[in-house]
């Protein structure tokens, strides 16, 4: 089940914890990124974050540091959605 707008409105996050897998990112992977599976449920939370109400969305977000997602396609769209947000 993946996470909705109606969610986000139910937990009232203030603070939202990102934790990118590994795996599609890292330098000794296949580096992947959006098109590995194990990176849908972050792929998911930057949609919510693109396509949510404004008062749905956290005030702070904290991003785990995975080496390789730096570079990645995710990190860029991840990047253009908040900056698109303000």
């Known amino acids: 089940v ?3 707008q109606a969610d986000l409105q ?3 996050a203030d603070c939202w914890l990102l934790s990118p897998p590994c795996q599609p990112h890292t ?4 580096q992947l990124a ?5 990176a849908a449920a972050l792929a998911r939370l930057v949609d919510l ?7 749905l969305l ?10 390789g997602f730096e570079s ?15």
């Open 58 to 67: 956290p005030s702070s977000l904290l991003l785990e540091n995975v080496v």
């Open 34 to 38: 959006e098109s590995d599976g194990r």
């Open 72 to 86: 990645s396609s995710t990190r860029t769209r991840l990047r253009a959605v908040l900056l698109g947000r303000g």
């Open 10 to 12: 139910r937990l009232a």
């Open 49 to 55: 974050l693109e396509a949510a109400d404004p008062p």
């Open 27 to 30: 330098r000794q992977g296949l």
């Open 2 to 4: 993946s996470l909705q």
